[in-house]
């Protein structure tokens, strides 16, 4: 590699470390001070002649199940079947197991292991959704097994459908798709319930607080605390940690340049998790404290609309950077950025679902209540 280029991965992480700064410097600040002044003032009170106000007022609501539980539940399992994956792969790319001049054996090595880690897909969105009182586990996983790897699977399917039309070498074999779909079926599907099985087995976690059964209304929210400039706002610097490595990724992948260093890439991953860990408990915080306790799909989103950043950035790229000569080559760009976009939402938005979710017992179960 150049040394240009390895000046820049360096840049990339340096960009990347300071947002991470930044953020711990506003979680600290939250905790330590704000939280710590909030666990004074409501513990020293008497339970039931306190005054209640921030975000204890909405004790009694915060751990009510969300809309669409189990939507939420199968892509909580499917981000950490992603996250499993991902994790694996880069730990053999940077051992030197897996090479990175070689994109079919990456690829291959990525789908082998997304199909094993169904046993933690079916296990994390049963936990979830036992969590969120569900009931039918059968179905949630059923979706959980189905739905996202459905969705990429079209996709891809669509897009091998206009090759084939055109005779490309690039198109993949019938029979390898025959095969996937059988791996999908007949081990991912069933790893999937294996580990609901166990996960239905166990007992729902106690919440530090019980639920009314009367909802609280939400009152009305300021401008910048309205859900979509929130979300909007949130995913913004996870994407700022990861936006110069992803110029690399592309080039491997469009202009045929070699992503060596895998051991960059996965200081960046890491860095990405603390980044999204942080954005979403600041931004669950400020939710909190204005008496709004619809907090679990917006942990999800917060993070996960880095997504949308990225395929906004994959539509810079193709602009400035690509040239391709045929309406089929941009429509595979835009598919597989697609792809892409969708396995980093799922990835992100299950960090800042699981980050939140520690915060918001660790707050509530700090406080005493009547």
């Not at 690829?107 to 079916?122: I, Q």
């Not at 084939?164 to 319930?193: D, E, K, Y």
């Not at 992503?259 to 669950?284: D, H, K, P, Q, R």
């Not at 299950?350 to 005493?368: A, D, E, H, L």
């Amino acid at each position: 590699m150049q040394k240009g280029e390895r000046e820049v991965h360096w840049f990339s992480i340096i960009n990347s470390f300071l947002i991470v700064l930044f953020l711990t410097g506003m979680v600290a600040m939250i905790m330590l001070r704000t939280l710590n002044a909030d666990f004074r003032r409501y513990n020293s009170q008497d339970p039931e002649e306190a005054d209640e106000t921030g975000w204890k007022l909405v004790h009694a609501d915060v751990f009510r199940p969300p809309q669409r539980p189990m939507l939420f539940s199968a892509l909580v399992g499917n981000g950490v079947q992603v996250i499993g994956m991902l994790v694996v792969t880069m730990v053999f790319a940077v051992l030197g197991f897996l090479s990175p001049a070689n994109h079919g054996l990456l690829l291959t090595a990525g789908l082998v292991l997304y199909v094993w880690m169904g046993t933690l897909a079916g296990y994390f969105s049963t936990r979830v959704y036992k969590t969120l009182k569900g009931q039918n586990w059968q179905k949630n996983t059923v979706l959980t097994a189905v739905a996202f790897p459905g969705v990429i699977f079209g996709v891809y399917f669509f897009l091998n459908f206009f090759l084939w039309g055109q005779h490309s070498s690039r198109a993949i074999p019938f029979g390898t798709l025959v095969v996937l779909i059988v791996f999908w079926f007949g081990i991912s599907v069933p790893l999937a319930f294996f580990g609901a099985y166990f996960a239905w087995k166990k007992p729902a976690p106690d919440q530090p607080v019980r639920v009314n059964q009367i909802p609280r209304q939400v009152p009305q929210q300021v401008w910048y605390m309205h859900p979509l400039f929130s979300v909007l706002l949130g995913g913004i610097l996870p994407f700022g940690a990861v936006f110069i490595e992803l110029f690399f990724i592309l080039a491997s992948i469009w202009l045929d340049q070699v992503y060596y260093l895998f051991s960059f890439l996965f200081i960046v991953f890491i860095i990405l998790c603390i980044t999204c860990a942080e954005i979403s408990i600041v931004m669950c915080y400020f939710q909190l404290c204005s008496e709004d306790y619809h907090w679990w799909w917006r942990s999800y989103l917060t993070s996960g609309a880095s997504a949308l950043y990225m395929f906004l950035y994959s539509l810079f790229y193709f602009t400035t950077k690509l040239e391709f000569s045929s309406v089929l080559a941009a429509l595979l760009y835009f598919g597989y950025s697609f792809i892409m976009s969708l396995i980093f939402f799922v990835l992100t938005g299950t960090i800042g679902y699981y980050s939140c979710y520690w915060f918001v017992r660790k707050i509530y179960s700090s406080v005493k209540f009547e």
